[in-house]
């Protein structure tokens, strides 16, 4: 009987070692971030382990708490095909309009990342929350 392949996003790779790192720079233990975080020991451990194949709820919750980025598009075909719609839209097919484009996207990264943890903290119920 052969065993099925699972193919783990390398942005699950990228935060899992980021996680790692924030764990020994803190002098922490995988018990105290997740009840600190508010995810559940054996969810850290699969999401440590690469055991997670794309960016959950708990994932989030985790980079939030660690203040790790969340760059990443998800992993919809449906989202990406929003995405390519929205810039064809504003794209003229230039390609010194295509590096201001991606100056701009770039730009608003962090304004992305701050809506999503506000959005999260709001589904947790958190009414504390602030713009930096």
């Known amino acids: 009987m052969s065993r099925t392949k699972i193919v ?18 803190k002098l922490m233990s995988q018990t105290q971030l997740a009840n600190e975080s508010g995810v559940k ?4 451990n699969r999401i440590l382990k690469g055991r997670t194949k794309s960016i959950t709820e708990d994932v989030q ?16 075909e449906v989202d990406r095909d929003n995405l390519y719609r929205t810039i064809d839209k504003v794209w003229d097919g230039e ?11 770039e730009a608003i990264g962090p304004i992305v990342r701050q809506i999503q943890a506000v959005n999260l903290a709001n589904t947790q119920g958190d009414q504390k929350h602030t713009y930096d």
């Open 41 to 44: 020991q054996y969810q850290l």
């Open 61 to 76: 919750k985790l980079c939030i708490y660690a203040k790790i980025p969340l760059n990443y598009a998800k992993n919809t």
């Open 95 to 105: 390609a010194s309009s295509a590096k201001v484009l991606g100056i701009l996207v």
């Open 8 to 25: 783990i996003s390398p942005d699950i790779l990228r935060i899992s070692s980021e996680l790692l790192k924030f764990l020994k720079s």
